[in-house]
C-alpha cells in the first residue's frame, strides 16, 4: 500500500447500536472503493471485518477491526467496532485513534441506546461526528422519523445532507443537497442522475438549514448570507467542513449497505467533510517532567505514537495496532516505552486489513499500523524517540461488572488456564481475572454474559483449555455474639514424657478483622513462655468457624487462668489446650455467619428507578437516597449483601435497555439473616466434599 500525508488520511471509526448495519456498511465501503473484490455478508462469514471465529460463528461483531482503503487521492482507515454493550471495549478502542466518528443508524429502528452511547464517547473524546441511515431498502424504514430522533436527542447540529425521495415507503431516489442533484441506483449499485423530484418546500427548507449552518462557521460567510447571496459549492463544503471539524455540524448521510445505494456520496463526504489526521491528529501528552505537551501531526519531528489494540495469538505470536501522531515508526529507530523507560524492538512493521498483512517499511505520522513481537508493549503504551520521550494520556476502558467462577475440566489445567486468562487480558482492557485464594476459585470477570462466553470460547479455541462456569462464592465470615469463659485441657500420658495444657480462656465480641489476644493471668499458672503457644493455637483456629468453616472476625480472647506441669508441659500442648477452650467457646458464645455488604451507586434512567429500587428491596437491599446524575440518570444509592448481586449486571441493562450502569465496593460485615443459614451451612459442606 502506498504511503499518504496526514493530509490525504480520514481515520473513521464506525459505530453504532448492535443490528444497525456496521460491518455490511464497511464492507460496502471497501467494495465500492475497489479494495475488496466481493461484497460479503455477515450471514454467510465471509466479511473482511468480521474475520474472528466466534465473530462468524455468533454473527455480530466482537472486537474492533482495521480495513484500510482509498478514495481518490485519500487513504480512509476504517475501523469497525462492536455494538453489542458485552464488547464495548472494542468501541473505545476504536474511537481511541481516529479524528472522526461514523455512527450508523438503523432506518428501521431509528436512534437507539448504542447511538446515545457511541455520539458520547464521540463527544467526550473530542472527535467529529457523521450519521449514517442504512437500511433505506428496509420495510418500514423511515428516514424523516429517525432525522427529527437525531434532532431531539443530538440538538440543533444535526444537518441533512443526503435525504430520499419517497413514495409509497418505497425510496425513488437519493437527494445530495449540497450539489442539489438527485440520483438513482441500479441493483449494482451504480448511481444515474435524474430529474429532482417534485418535493414542495422540503428540499427548500433543508437546503436553506445547511446555508445556516456554514454561515454560522465563518464571519465573511455569515455576512454574505446576511446580504442574500446564495454560497458557491465550496462555500458550502468548506463550511461544512469546518463546522464538522469544531464540533457545530453533524451531517447526515443515508442509503442501504446491502444494495449499495448512496454509498458513494458517503464516501465523497467522508473525505470533504471529515478533517484530516494533519488538521486534527495532534494530541496532547506528558513529557518527563509531567508537563504538559502539545504533539503535532507531522512527519518532520521525533517520533511520537502510542499501542491502542493488542492480539495475543498463541500461534501468529502477539500483535500491537499502533497510531502514529508524530514522525515516522521505522526498522531504522528503536523507540523507547515511555511506561517502562526502556526500548522496544520492533518486529515487522505491517499495515492491517482485516485479518490480512502487508508489510511496510515505515508508518507516517496520522497513520495507523501495527508491529508483531513487541515484548513488553501493552495497550496504552507510549512509543517515542529517545529524544523526545512522552506518554500520551491512557483511554479508561469500562470496568468488568459480571464475574464468574471457572470449573476445570481436568487436573493440571490451573497454570495453562491462567497462562491464557493472562494472553487474553492482553488483548481485552475490559475483562479481569482473580485467583481467590479464600474460595478457592479463579474468576474471570467481563462486561456480560456473552463476554464471558467468549473468552471461554477462547480459552478453548485459541490455548486448547476447556472450562466451565459457576457462581462464584461467598467469602463469609463467622464470630460471636456473647461473652463466655471455659475451660480447655489437654493431656496425655504415654510411656515417656506426657502432654499436659491447662487454660481459662474468656471469649467476646470486639470489632477487629480476626483475633484480639491478651492474656491475664496472675502468680503464674500458666508461664509467659506459655502464652504466645496460646496464641498460636487460636490464631491458627480462627481460620476455620464452628458453624460452616469460615473464617472468624471479631473475637477477643483472653487468658485468665490455667496450670501446668514441670515436665510435660510444653508449646504444643498449650496450643491443643487452646484448640479445646475454642471448640468449646465458640459453640457457646451464640456463633453467627456474617455476609458481605457493599455499597452500591446505580446509575439509571428516571424512568427505571422505581424497577431497580423494587429490585433492592427484593435482594435485601437498603436503598439510601437518590440523587440526580449526568447525563440525564439518577444515581440510587444503596447497601446490598453481595451474595444477592451475581447477576445484577444481567438485570440493570436489560431493565434500562443498557443505559445503566452500575459501582459495587465491598463495605463491611453484617450478620446473616438466620433463615439463611442452613442454607449456607449446607453449601459449605457440600464445597469441603467437593474439595
Not at 465573511?220 to 442574500?228: R, V
Not at 494533519?278 to 517520533?303: F, H, M, Q, R, Y
Not at 472476625?553 to 490455667?562: E, I, M, N, P, S
Not at 451475581?646 to 463495605?667: C, H, K, P, V
Request: include cysteine; hydrophobic fraction near 40%.
Amino acid at each position: 500500500m502506498r504511503q499518504y500525508l496526514a493530509g490525504k488520511i480520514r481515520n473513521v471509526a464506525l459505530a453504532g447500536h448492535s443490528s444497525a448495519g456496521k460491518t455490511s456498511l464497511a464492507e460496502a465501503l471497501l467494495y465500492k472503493a475497489g479494495a475488496s473484490d466481493r461484497l460479503g455478508k455477515v450471514a454467510d462469514g465471509n466479511t473482511v471485518c468480521d474475520f474472528d471465529p466466534e465473530e462468524i460463528k455468533r454473527q455480530v461483531t466482537v472486537s474492533s477491526a482495521i480495513a484500510p482503503f482509498s478514495w481518490g487521492s485519500t487513504k480512509i482507515n476504517l475501523i469497525d467496532t462492536p455494538g453489542l454493550f458485552d464488547f464495548a471495549g472494542g468501541m473505545y478502542e476504536g474511537v481511541r485513534p481516529v479524528e472522526s466518528v461514523l455512527i450508523a443508524v438503523s432506518a428501521k429502528s431509528g436512534v437507539s441506546v448504542g447511538t446515545e452511547k457511541a455520539y458520547k464517547l464521540a463527544q467526550e473524546l473530542h472527535k467529529a461526528k457523521m450519521f449514517f441511515v442504512n437500511k433505506m431498502d428496509a420495510e418500514h424504514g423511515d428516514f424523516y422519523k429517525v432525522l427529527e430522533e437525531l434532532k431531539a436527542a443530538f440538538g440543533p447540529s444535526v444537518c441533512p445532507i443526503v435525504v430520499p425521495y419517497v413514495e409509497d415507503h418505497k425510496v425513488l431516489c437519493y437527494i445530495n443537497l449540497i450539489d442539489n442533484k438527485a440520483y438513482t441506483y441500479d441493483a449494482s449499485g451504480n448511481p444515474a442522475e435524474t430529474d429532482m423530484p417534485d418535493f414542495g418546500h422540503r428540499v427548500e427548507g433543508l437546503t436553506a438549514a445547511i446555508s445556516e449552518a456554514v454561515a454560522e462557521t465563518d464571519e465573511a460567510l455569515f455576512e454574505k448570507y446576511f446580504s442574500g447571496e446564495a454560497f458557491t459549492r465550496d462555500e458550502i463544503l468548506k463550511g461544512i467542513h469546518d463546522g464538522v471539524q469544531k464540533g457545530a455540524i453533524t451531517p447526515v448521510l443515508c442509503g442501504s449497505a446491502l444494495n449499495l445505494a448512496g454509498v458513494d456520496m458517503l464516501l465523497d463526504c467522508m473525505v470533504d467533510l471529515l478533517p484530516s489526521a494533519w488538521e486534527e491528529g495532534a494530541e496532547l501528552a506528558s513529557d518527563k517532567d509531567g508537563e504538559p505537551v502539545e504533539i503535532a501531526c507531522t512527519d518532520e519531528a521525533p517520533l511520537a505514537a502510542y499501542v491502542f489494540k493488542t492480539v495475543a495469538d498463541p500461534f501468529v505470536g502477539k500483535l500491537s495496532f499502533i497510531k502514529v501522531v508524530s514522525g515516522k515508526l521505522s526498522s531504522e529507530i528503536t523507540p523507547v516505552n515511555a511506561r517502562t523507560g526502556e526500548p522496544e524492538r520492533l518486529g515487522k512493521i505491517v499495515y492491517i486489513k482485516g485479518k490480512k498483512q502487508e508489510d511496510t517499511a515505515f508508518i507516517t505520522a496520522g497513520d495507523i499500523g501495527a508491529v508483531t513481537k513487541l515484548s513488553s508493549a501493552m495497550t496504552g503504551d507510549s512509543l517515542c524517540d529517545p529524544k523526545r520521550v512522552v506518554s500520551f494520556e491512557e483511554l479508561k476502558f469500562p470496568a468488568p461488572c459480571l464475574s464468574m467462577a471457572i470449573k476445570l475440566g481436568g487436573k493440571g489445567d490451573d497454570g495453562k488456564v491462567a497462562g491464557g486468562l493472562q494472553r487474553l487480558m492482553e488483548e481485552d482492557p475490559t475483562m479481569g481475572y482473580e485467583n481467590n485464594v479464600e474460595t478457592k476459585q479463579q474468576l474471570i470477570s467481563g462486561l456480560g454474559e456473552q463476554h464471558i462466553d467468549v473468552i471461554v470460547s477462547k480459552l478453548k479455541s485459541k490455548f486448547g483449555v476447556e472450562v466451565g462456569l459457576v457462581a462464584p462464592r461467598v467469602a463469609y465470615r463467622e464470630t460471636i455474639r456473647k461473652k463466655v469463659k471455659v475451660e480447655g485441657k489437654h493431656k496425655k500420658q504415654t510411656g515417656g514424657h506426657g502432654q499436659f495444657g491447662h487454660v481459662w480462656i474468656e471469649f467476646e465480641p470486639c470489632d477487629s478483622d480476626g483475633l484480639f489476644f491478651e492474656e491475664k493471668v496472675f502468680g503464674g499458672a500458666v508461664p509467659k513462655g506459655f502464652f504466645p503457644a496460646v496464641e498460636k493455637g487460636l490464631q491458627d483456629c480462627i481460620k476455620h468457624g464452628v458453624l460452616a468453616g469460615y473464617p472468624v472476625v471479631g473475637l477477643h480472647a483472653t487468658l485468665v487462668d490455667g496450670s501446668y506441669h514441670p515436665v510435660d508441659s510444653s508449646e504444643m500442648a498449650f496450643k491443643m489446650a487452646a484448640s479445646i477452650a475454642y471448640k468449646e467457646g465458640m459453640a457457646q458464645a451464640s456463633p453467627v455467619i456474617l455476609e458481605p455488604i457493599g455499597n452500591l451507586k446505580a446509575y439509571v434512567p428516571e424512568s427505571n428507578t422505581g424497577d431497580i429500587m423494587g429490585e433492592l428491596n427484593k435482594r435485601r437491599g437498603r436503598v439510601l437516597g437518590m440523587n440526580p446524575a449526568s447525563d440525564g440518570l439518577t444515581e440510587i444509592e444503596a447497601e446490598v449483601p453481595m451474595s444477592e448481586m451475581s447477576d445484577f449486571a444481567t438485570l440493570i441493562r436489560s431493565t434500562t435497555q443498557g443505559r445503566g450502569y452500575f459501582e459495587l465496593a465491598f463495605a463491611r460485615y453484617e450478620q446473616l439473616p438466620q433463615m439463611l443459614e442452613a442454607k449456607v451451612i449446607e453449601d459449605a459442606k457440600a464445597m469441603k466434599e467437593e474439595e
